[in-house]
Nanobody
Framework: QVQLVESGGGLVQAGGSLRLSCAAS????????MSWYRQAPGNQRELVAI??????NYADSVKGRFTISRDNAKNTVYLEMNSLKPEDTAVYYC???????????????WGQGTQVTVSS
């Protein structure tokens, strides 16, 4: 019903930048919150940033370096990552809360994940 496609991960040196994208498609009626999570090996998945009704929130570890934004016309959420550090290395996942015609309560959908590797 709803598909999320992520792109933009890769290998970058410390201090560099990357921009992640996550596009939602399918039988979408409305999108509520859009967020990014990450999971490093051996660690739990953690919330990185979230945007809802124009309000953004960030994990303390990325404040001032990462920026989340969304394009409602394209059902797409972005994560601009600057001043990257080796500890930012992880698989990054987008999560989107979507309402469809058949699911008026709404559900969370996850992207497939994209690897971000920051070398020192």
């Amino acid at each position: 019903q709803v598909q999320l496609v992520e792109s933009g991960g890769g290998l970058v040196q410390a201090g560099g930048s990357l921009r992640l994208s996550c596009a939602a498609s399918g039988r979408i009626f409305s999108i509520d919150s859009m967020s990014w999570y990450r999971q490093a090996p051996g660690n739990q998945r953690e919330l990185v940033a979230i945007i809802r009704d124009g309000v953004t929130n960030y994990a303390d570890s990325v404040k001032g370096r990462f920026t989340i934004s969304r394009d409602n016309a394209k059902n797409t959420v972005y994560l601009e990552m600057n001043s990257l550090k080796p500890e930012d290395t992880a698989v990054y996942y987008c999560k989107v809360f979507v309402r469809t015609r058949f699911d008026s309560q709404g559900s969370d959908y996850w992207g497939q994940g994209t690897q971000v590797t920051v070398s020192s």
